[in-house]
């Protein structure tokens, strides 16, 4: 956050000349199949993988490059109006990954082909960008998603 300057505003640390304190956003799932799981989202949906660490009794750890990182805040309302017009029904959990891709159609086709089960086909939404829902190993509900352009006036 920041600082109320006198008029009662908030500033942020960066116009404070502050340093950001949050540098990175990592995401951390727990995969009973370690293997399948990195192949699917390292393979097939193509993040790179920055680093990866092996310890005693089998730990295993592998760190991919999902791009800029961004948390969405929602309240519940906001949610179920992302299902509805997304899926046309609640399907997401509290939780659900969003990934930004350059062909939502032929990424979800690829990943439905490497086990995903698709949710709700590509579907344009009313901000014009093309979402596709997928339930993906490791128990995680994901949208695949292209912009193509604000939205419509």
Known sequence: MGDIDGNGDIRT?????GERRVRQLR???????????????RD?????EQESYSG????QVAILDA????????????????????????VAPRIRL???????AGATEDLVDAG?????????????????????????HITLFEERGGVEN
């Open 13 to 17: 640390n960066n116009e404070m000349g």
């Open 27 to 41: 995401v951390v799932v727990e995969a009973e199949d370690y293997e399948a799981a990195l192949a699917f989202y």
């Open 44 to 48: 097939v949906l193509g993040l790179p």
């Open 56 to 59: 005693e009794g089998g730990a």
């Open 67 to 90: 791009g800029r990182a961004t948390l969405e805040i929602t309240n519940p309302a906001q949610k179920r109006m992302i299902d509805e017009v997304e899926v046309g029904r609640q």
């Open 98 to 104: 969003a990934f930004e891709v350059a062909d939502t």
């Open 116 to 140: 995903a089960a698709l949710v709700a086909p590509p579907t344009v939404t009313p901000w014009q960008s093309l979402n596709a829902r997928l339930d993906t190993p490791a128990g995680l």
